[in-house]
């Protein structure tokens, strides 16, 4: 197997893209990409997206991106696995060409979420759980990760207050990031004031639904100097999968996706937890942050809060988070979030972010896209090349 690294990113700021559609938001990251790698065509484009039938009314996006990005014959193929789609996009780019199969391949993953109402784009999110079992019982998303919430409460004997940590720091974070959706910092007292959704959860432990592309380019490691963006290398891309209902685990507050994708990430890459430099965890609430760093190998079952108060996740926090505002303060662009998340530990380890949210001293940036309530999980493992 070849060794495999990055040399072009792209990404369209995330916002509520009313005058864009699928297509152009999409081809616009992706040519981006292209042109920071200075590559003119692409062997594959693997197109990291779910929601573009039940939201836009469109699929087939692989030929359709492919054709109006002008990559005429070029093989396009979608990958979904709910809001993990953008790391699973990525992990069939490394198999390509890490295979030899291919020697440069397009990730584009892309998201529209807001042209419909709330109601509707809540309910088709729905359908990433288990369809017999929680949505048709009426479970939504926020109602699953607040069952969680509620029960991590109360076995660890934590208060609401305690989650502040995490949404503080992204919305500080995104403050410096020009392509995220807010811009505006939040203390422990508004975030425990926040206005309640599905109790424990409030709004500031959600993050937001919006609109965006990102993309990267995959090349074998072999190959970099032919191109002019600055490579990064792809130390491990691992997927870990879990049952995709709630009440089929024997521990729901251990997330064992998370757990089986982190450690192949670790044995694949060398490394173990303290080497990581940054931890860009899938924070779509709260409690998933919380539950990422424990099963991540970073705090025992029940200690995520204490070791991100006591440790520190801010940029010069023992292990920094959400570096660029994560789904928080960033937004959650469902099915291209996880390319997001890699492009932007890309521009840390390039050094390529304002000084206020540059981690000091980086060498290895970790990346977690979890696809549901943790039934899929892909952890990247990245590094600059010959660092």
């Known amino acids: 197997m070849r060794k495999v690294a ?6 369209t700021p995330v916002r509520e893209h009313w005058q864009s559609n699928l297509r152009d938001l999409a081809v616009s990251a992706l040519r981006d990409a292209m042109d920071d790698a200075g590559v003119e065509t692409l062997d594959g484009v693997t197109v990291g997206n779910m929601l573009s039938g039940a ?9 359709l991106i492919v054709d109006y990005a002008g990559l005429d014959g070029v093989e396009g193929m979608k990958i979904e696995a709910a809001c993990g789609s953008g790391g699973a996009a990525i992990r069939m780019a490394v198999k390509a060409v ?25 309910a088709a999110l729905a359908t990433a759980a288990d369809a017999d079992y929680e949505t048709n019982m ?62 424990p959860v409030s709004l500031l432990d959600a993050s937001p639904i919006a609109d965006g592309a990102a993309a990267v380019i995959v090349v074998a490691e072999e190959m970099v100097d032919r191109f002019k963006g600055k490579p990064i290398s792809i130390l491990a891309c691992e997927v870990g999968t879990d049952t995709l209902a709630l009440d089929n685990r024997k521990n729901p507050l251990w997330l064992r996706g998370v757990e089986r994708s982190v450690k192949k990430a670790y044995y694949i890459a060398g490394v173990k937890p303290s080497d990581i ?22 705090a025992e079952a029940g200690q995520g809060l ?20 994560g789904l928080k303060g960033r937004g959650h662009p469902v099915g291209a979030t996880g390319v997001y998340q890699v492009v932007e530990a890309i521009m840390q380890l390039r050094r390529e972010v304002p000084a206020e949210i540059q981690v000091p001293d980086i060498k290895y940036a970790m990346t977690q896209n979890i696809g549901g309530s943790g039934a899929t999980v892909i952890t990247s493992i990245l590094k600059c090349l010959n660092s």
């Open 6 to 11: 990055i040399v072009g990113i792209g990404q």
């Open 55 to 63: 939201l836009s009314e469109q699929e087939h996006l692989g030929s």
């Open 98 to 122: 890490a295979s030899g199969l291919m020697d440069t391949v397009g990730v584009v993953a892309v998201e529209k979420l807001t042209e419909y109402s709330g109601n509707h784009s809540t």
């Open 138 to 199: 009426g479970l939504s998303f926020v109602g699953i990760n607040a069952l969680l919430m509620r029960r991590y409460m109360y076995e660890y004997k934590y208060d609401k207050r305690d989650f502040a940590v995490f949404p503080v720091n992204a919305h500080m974070n995104a403050l410096h990031n020009p392509n995220a959706m807010f811009h505006f910092p939040i203390d422990t007292d508004t975030y425990a004031s926040s206005k309640p959704v599905a109790d």
């Open 277 to 298: 430099s940054l931890f860009e965890a899938h924070d779509a609430f709260s409690i998933m942050s919380a539950l990422s760093l424990e099963a991540s190998g970073f």
């Open 306 to 325: 204490r070791f991100a108060a006591e440790t520190g996740v801010g940029i010069k926090g023992g292990l920094p988070m959400s570096t660029m505002g």
